[in-house]
């Protein structure tokens, strides 16, 4: 599959940039304009700040929801992290307990739908807006995020439909249904179908069309520029036929995947911090200091606090609601158990691989600074920091990693691919699931979706960052405000079996199977 991805996606842009159109650079601008004037007003809204202030209403509701989560159930992501551990390596497994996918299966299709693009153009985004200090509290939102996707998650199993053919359907529009009507709620429906919809759009865009963006940035970047609707054809193309075969094509796919694509790309970033070891110490330094401080960075401390949380939500989606879709088809009879594992995502996405992407970027000298002062330096007429050739994004990323060892930038390529290519599917299974909660189970429906997913992986990589990333944040965004209202009211459940599980684990009851 590796091979395959490579040759589609890197050496046919090249032949067909060739012979492509002049035209074609036109319909990718027509695109990119209807796009933005379709959904400007929902970007607008969902990041609409608290009035006379520029703090983003939706970056305090998960951090509010996140302190909740760990102070309710008392730092659970510290304390369950060993236990999480065993699960992952199957030490309380049982072949035959109901669902599709194993511990280890569930964790690699939920992280490769999280660890993506946000670990590499999201960080430069960040950084290139907040500085190095939105590091930190990009670091502070993932351990506090464990404790939100270990609620969702486990929330996901213990409500899921599961059928006769073995497979499964979870989510939080089953747990806002299911566990709502358990504790006398209303209006769990209405909050599922809105869920659903926002997922399904969040499907389309975080999960899809930014990733095709950016996918197509970073080869560009190597073969030179060609019009994005060729991209955008060859990942559709490969995409669809991973996604036609199920929950469990994906797994296979992302098993073998997440790990080679997070190996790859942590040995790189290692050799360039080895390569520059004695900076650091520095480069912490300028992570601290500019976590309180700012820098000079547009905003201060607060530019950097919203910006390091912004994405940090964005890379590791804690309290979106998404990933407990995934979880929910694991083979297991014990919810939390995969509330467990669950909360080894935020952990490995945000305070692993963001933060050595953070360290290659501060580490490489890719930010401008005022030699005298010290403070960086910003771009005349906007609020991103001056970088050494004017690289936003993904390209910031790849000139850090290439300045470094030129070639580095063809592995970033390769990275960039996979890491596109797997959260494109685990995405689409998550919006699938969305829109098969609306409109019903069925060979016919599904397809009808697969076919959406695929059409706009072609607008994506043919629409600019700019669009593209405004709405793939508002629409993730927009499915957090719901999932954690449904969390709030559903966290007793969790609770309670939390302390069954300890117990019976302390007692001796749960054990390890051989």
Same mark, same amino acid.
């Given at each position: 599959?590796?091979?395959?991805?490579?040759?589609?996606?890197?050496?046919?842009?090249?032949?067909?940039?060739?012979?492509?159109?002049?035209?074609?650079?036109?319909?990718?601008?027509?695109?990119?304009?209807?796009?933005?004037?379709?959904?400007?007003?929902?970007?607008?809204?969902?990041?609409?700040?608290?009035?006379?202030?520029?703090?983003?209403?939706?970056?305090?509701?998960?951090?509010?929801?996140?302190?909740?989560?760990?102070?309710?159930?008392?730092?659970?992501?510290?304390?369950?992290?060993?236990?999480?551990?065993?699960?992952?390596?199957?030490?309380?497994?049982?072949?035959?307990?109901?669902?599709?996918?194993?511990?280890?299966?569930?964790?690699?299709?939920?992280?490769?739908?999280?660890?993506?693009?946000?670990?590499?153009?999201?960080?430069?985004?960040?950084?290139?807006?907040?500085?190095?200090?939105?590091?930190?509290?990009?670091?502070?939102?993932?351990?506090?995020?464990?404790?939100?996707?270990?609620?969702?998650?486990?929330?996901?199993?213990?409500?899921?439909?599961?059928?006769?053919?073995?497979?499964?359907?979870?989510?939080?529009?089953?747990?806002?249904?299911?566990?709502?009507?358990?504790?006398?709620?209303?209006?769990?429906?209405?909050?599922?179908?809105?869920?659903?919809?926002?997922?399904?759009?969040?499907?389309?865009?975080?999960?899809?069309?930014?990733?095709?963006?950016?996918?197509?940035?970073?080869?560009?970047?190597?073969?030179?520029?060609?019009?994005?609707?060729?991209?955008?054809?060859?990942?559709?193309?490969?995409?669809?036929?991973?996604?036609?075969?199920?929950?469990?094509?994906?797994?296979?796919?992302?098993?073998?995947?997440?790990?080679?694509?997070? #190996?790859?790309?942590?040995? =790189?970033? /290692?050799?360039? %911090?080895?390569?520059? !070891?004695?900076? *650091?110490?520095?480069?912490? +330094?300028?992570?601290?200091?500019?976590?309180?401080?700012?820098?000079?960075?547009?905003?201060?401390?607060?530019?950097?606090?919203?910006?390091?949380?912004?994405?940090?939500?964005?890379?590791?989606?804690?309290?979106?609601?998404?990933?407990?879709?995934?979880?929910?088809?694991?083979?297991?009879?014990?919810?939390?158990?995969?509330?467990?594992?669950?909360?080894?995502?935020?952990?490995?996405?945000?305070?692993?691989?963001?933060?050595?992407?953070?360290?290659?970027?501060?580490?490489?000298?890719?930010? #401008?600074?005022?030699?005298? =002062?010290? /403070?960086?330096? %910003?771009?005349?007429? !906007?609020?991103? *920091?001056?970088?050494?050739? +004017?690289?936003?994004?993904?390209?910031?990323?790849?000139?850090?990693?290439?300045?470094?060892?030129?070639?580095?930038?063809?592995?970033?390529?390769?990275?960039?691919?996979?890491?596109?290519?797997?959260?494109?599917?685990?995405?689409?299974?998550?919006?699938?699931?969305?829109?098969?909660?609306?409109?019903?189970?069925?060979?016919?429906?599904?397809?009808?979706?697969?076919?959406?997913?695929?059409?706009?992986?072609?607008?994506?990589?043919?629409?600019?960052?700019?669009?593209?990333?405004?709405?793939?944040?508002?629409?993730?965004?927009?499915?957090?405000?719901?999932?954690?209202?449904?969390?709030?009211?559903?966290?007793?459940?969790?609770?309670?079996?939390?302390?069954?599980?300890?117990?019976?684990?302390?007692?001796?009851?749960?054990?390890?199977?051989?």
């Amino acid at each position: 599959m590796t091979n395959l991805i490579k040759a589609a996606a890197v050496a046919a842009p090249a032949v067909m940039a060739a012979s492509a159109p002049a035209a074609a650079q036109s319909l990718d601008e027509t695109i990119n304009q209807g796009f933005a004037s379709a959904t400007g007003w929902f970007v607008s809204f969902i990041f609409s700040p608290f009035p006379g202030t520029t703090f983003p209403w939706i970056v305090m509701w998960l951090v509010i929801a996140a302190t909740v989560f760990t102070l309710y159930f008392a730092f659970i992501q510290f304390r369950a992290f060993p236990h999480a551990i065993s699960l992952v390596k199957g030490d309380y497994s049982d072949p035959n307990d109901a669902g599709e996918v194993s511990h280890f299966q569930a964790l690699a299709t939920a992280l490769s739908g999280t660890v993506g693009l946000g670990n590499i153009a999201g960080v430069a985004v960040a950084i290139g807006i907040g500085g190095p200090g939105a590091t930190f509290w990009m670091i502070l939102a993932g351990l506090m995020g464990m404790a939100s996707k270990f609620t969702e998650c486990t929330l996901g199993v213990k409500y899921r439909n599961e059928y006769e053919d073995g497979t499964v359907s979870g989510g939080p529009m089953y747990y806002m249904t299911k566990g709502f009507q358990e504790r006398g709620i209303p209006a769990g429906g209405i909050l599922a179908v809105m869920f659903s919809i926002f997922c399904i759009l969040g499907a389309l865009g975080g999960g899809n069309m930014f990733q095709a963006n950016q996918a197509h940035a970073q080869i560009a970047n190597v073969v030179g520029d060609y019009p994005g609707w060729i991209t955008g054809l060859i990942f559709a193309a490969i995409v669809f036929a991973v996604i036609v075969g199920g929950l469990k094509s994906i797994a296979k796919v992302t098993e073998k995947v997440v790990p080679f694509m997070g #190996v790859l790309y942590v040995l =790189t970033a /290692l050799v360039i %911090l080895i390569m520059n !070891a004695d900076m *650091i110490m520095w480069a912490f +330094g300028q992570i601290f200091e500019g976590a309180f401080t700012g820098l000079g960075v547009a905003g201060g401390m607060v530019g950097a606090l919203i910006q390091g949380f912004k994405r940090a939500a964005f890379s590791n989606e804690a309290g979106v609601g998404s990933a407990a879709i995934a979880h929910s088809a694991v083979r297991t009879k014990e919810p939390i158990t995969e509330g467990f594992v669950s909360l080894l995502e935020p952990f490995i996405d945000t305070v692993v691989i963001c933060t050595m992407t953070a360290l290659v970027i501060i580490i490489t000298g890719q930010l #401008v600074a005022d030699p005298n =002062t010290g /403070l960086y330096l %910003l771009d005349e007429g !906007a609020s991103t *920091i001056q970088t050494v050739d +004017g690289n936003k994004g993904v390209a910031l990323t790849s000139a850090a990693f290439s300045s470094a060892i030129p070639f580095f930038k063809y592995i970033l390529a390769v990275a960039v691919i996979l890491f596109a290519f797997s959260t494109m599917i685990s995405w689409s299974y998550y919006g699938l699931k969305a829109w098969t909660f609306l409109f019903g189970e069925g060979q016919t429906k599904e397809l009808i979706f697969k076919v959406i997913f695929c059409i706009f992986v072609v607008i994506g990589a043919s629409a600019n960052l700019g669009p593209v990333i405004d709405f793939s944040d508002a629409a993730i965004f927009a499915m957090a405000v719901v999932n954690i209202v449904a969390l709030y009211f559903l966290m007793p459940i969790v609770k309670g079996e939390l302390d069954s599980y300890l117990s019976r684990l302390k007692s001796g009851e749960i054990k390890k199977h051989s």
